[in-house]
C-alpha cells in the first residue's frame, strides 16, 4: 500500500509538471494557426478554422525561409565541426597520456566557468581583423569556439570510462590509432556524442547574443535575429509573431524525437554500473 500511494504521488507530481512545462508550448502551437483578431478576441479559445496559411506567409512573405536556412547553415556547420573535433580531443586527452595532458583540460574546463559573454568584444575584433565579420562562416566559427570546451568536458568523461581491453584487442587485430578512433570509440560513445550533438544544437539554434553583434546584414540573420525584426516591424500581429516562434520551435523538437532515446542514454551513462 505505501508503494502504490508513493507511486501515484509521484505520476501526480509528474502530470503536474508536464501540463506546466508542455502548456506554453501548446498555447504558442494554438495561436500560431490563429489571427491577431481572434486571438486578442479570446486569448486561449482552440482555433476555428486553422489558418494554416500563417506559415506560408510568415515563410515566404516574412523572409522566414532566408533566416530558417540561415540558422541551418551556420548551426548545422557548427555542431559538426564541434562534434568531430571535441569528439578527437577528448579521446586524445582521456586515452593518452602525454605531458601538458591536465594542463590543457584544466584550460578548457577553466573556460566553461567564465560567461562567454566577456569573449564578446575580443571576438568581434578577430572577425574584422580576418574580414569575417557579418558572415555567416565567421558566426559559425564563433559558436565552433563557444561549445567545444564543453563538449570535450562531457565526453573525456565518457569516453576515459571506455574497457582498455577494446582498444588492446584493436591494436592486436592491427588497427592504427585513426581506425581505432573511427570504428571503437565513436560507436561506442554514440550516446555521449548524441547527447552532445543535441545539446549544442538547442543551444546554438537558440543563441542571439552573438549573433545580433557579429550579423548586420538583415540577408545574413539567423532565426533569432530575425523573429526580433519582424517583432520590432509588426508588434502588433501577435499571431504572425507566434507563427514565426513556431517555426524556430520546430526543427528543436525534430532534432529531440530522433535523438531523445540516445540523449537519455548519454545523460545516465555510468550511473549504473
Do not use: C
Request: no cysteine; charged share 15%.
Amino acid at each position: 500500500m505505501p508503494r502504490l500511494f508513493s507511486r501515484g504521488a509521484l505520476a501526480l507530481v509528474l502530470g503536474i509538471y508536464t501540463l506546466y512545462t508542455l502548456g506554453p508550448f501548446l498555447w504558442l502551437a494554438t495561436m500560431s494557426v490563429r489571427t491577431t483578431a481572434e486571438i486578442s478576441a479570446d486569448h486561449y479559445a482552440w482555433p476555428r478554422p486553422f489558418h494554416w496559411e500563417q506559415f506560408r506567409s510568415a515563410w515566404v512573405d516574412s523572409d522566414f525561409a532566408t533566416y530558417f536556412w540561415n540558422s541551418t547553415l551556420v548551426v548545422v556547420g557548427a555542431v559538426a565541426i564541434v562534434t568531430l573535433i571535441g569528439a578527437a580531443a577528448a579521446h586524445a586527452l582521456a586515452r593518452y597520456r602525454f605531458r601538458g595532458n591536465r594542463l590543457i583540460y584544466g584550460i578548457l574546463f577553466s573556460s566553461i566557468i567564465f560567461p562567454p559573454q566577456i569573449t564578446l568584444i575580443s571576438l568581434y575584433q578577430i572577425l574584422v581583423d580576418y574580414n569575417l565579420y557579418n558572415s555567416l562562416l565567421g558566426l559559425s566559427l564563433v559558436y565552433v569556439s563557444l561549445q567545444l570546451p564543453l563538449t570535450v568536458y562531457l565526453l573525456e568523461g565518457f569516453f576515459a570510462r571506455i574497457p582498455q581491453d577494446l582498444f588492446d584487442a584493436a591494436k592486436m587485430d592491427g588497427y592504427g590509432d585513426l581506425e581505432i578512433f573511427w570504428r571503437i570509440v565513436l560507436p561506442v560513445g554514440m550516446p555521449a556524442i548524441a547527447t552532445t550533438l543535441i545539446l549544442n544544437f538547442i543551444q546554438l539554434w537558440n543563441e542571439f547574443l552573438f549573433a545580433v553583434v557579429l550579423i548586420t546584414d538583415p540577408e545574413k540573420r539567423t532565426l533569432p535575429i530575425g523573429i526580433r525584426a519582424f517583432m520590432g516591424d509588426h508588434f502588433q500581429d501577435i499571431g504572425m509573431i507566434a507563427t514565426g516562434v513556431m517555426i524556430s520551435v520546430i526543427p528543436v523538437i525534430i532534432a529531440y524525437v530522433f535523438f531523445s532515446e540516445k540523449l537519455i542514454r548519454g545523460m545516465t551513462a555510468g550511473a549504473i554500473k
